[in-house]
Structures are given as structure tokens and as C-alpha cells.
């Protein structure tokens, strides 16, 4: 059983920074491929970005690529998610998950995550 966390949502100004923290409980998060996924008024759960058991691969959506870096610290069972030069069409609610299956394809889809966290919403103001 994994718990997760999120923190450090908030409203941001077109063009500015923040910073995802999700902490996870338990021994074994270094055995989960970490994803972030975000959700819209209106809309589906998209994939945002995900990360690797050691953090050495990382995947990201065409729509944050150059944006937004994912990084974990196995250490303090926490993954993070930069986010730079927010737009408005960042603004959603964001999840962290977490998926005992293998980095690969899957790792974009969210059936594949066994545990979410409550999510922090994060709000960009043009």
C-alpha cells in the first residue's frame, strides 16, 4: 500500500514557475514508476509526465515538453514536477500516481497507475 501526498499548487501569473511535491508513504517507493496527470474542468485525466524506478527516464506530454521537468528523490519518497512558463491551459487539477508496472508505453496511460494521490490544483491567470 502506497499513500501519496501532493503539495505546492496554487494560482500563478501567465509565464510564471511552481513546483509539484508529492510524498509518498512506505518503504518501497523506489519500486514505482512515478507519473504526474492532471485534469481540466470538463475534461479527461491526461498524462503529464512520468519517471523511472532510478530516475534516469523520464516521459513527458508534447504539451509540457521544455516546460515541465520530473525529478524524485528516492530518498525522501518524493517525486517533483517543475513547471515553468505556465499558460493558462495548465491549469487543472494535478495527480501524482504511482505504477508497480515497468517504465514503457504504459507508463503514459493511467489505468496502469495502482495508487493516486488527492491531487492539488494548480490555477494559471492570463
Known amino acids: 500500500q502506497v499513500q501519496l501526498v501532493e503539495s505546492g499548487g496554487g494560482l500563478v501569473q501567465t509565464g510564471g514557475s511552481l513546483r509539484l511535491s508529492c510524498a509518498a508513504s512506505?518503504?518501497?517507493?523506489?519500486?514505482?514508476?512515478m507519473g504526474w496527470f492532471r485534469q481540466a474542468p470538463g475534461k479527461e485525466r491526461e498524462f503529464v509526465a512520468a519517471?523511472?524506478?532510478?530516475?534516469?527516464?523520464?516521459y513527458y506530454a508534447d504539451s509540457v515538453k521544455g516546460r515541465f521537468t520530473i525529478s524524485r528523490d528516492n530518498a525522501k519518497n518524493t517525486v517533483y514536477l517543475q513547471m515553468n512558463s505556465l499558460k493558462p491551459e495548465d491549469t487543472a487539477v494535478y495527480y501524482c500516481?504511482?505504477?508497480?508496472?515497468?517504465?514503457?508505453?504504459?507508463?503514459?496511460?493511467?489505468?496502469?497507475?495502482?495508487?493516486w494521490g488527492q491531487g492539488t490544483q494548480v490555477t494559471v491567470a492570463s
Open positions: 519517471i523511472s524506478l532510478n530516475g534516469v527516464t523520464t
Open positions: 512506505g518503504r518501497t517507493f523506489s519500486s514505482y514508476v
Open positions: 500516481a504511482a505504477s508497480s508496472g515497468g517504465m514503457g508505453g504504459t507508463s503514459r496511460q493511467s489505468q496502469w497507475y495502482n495508487y
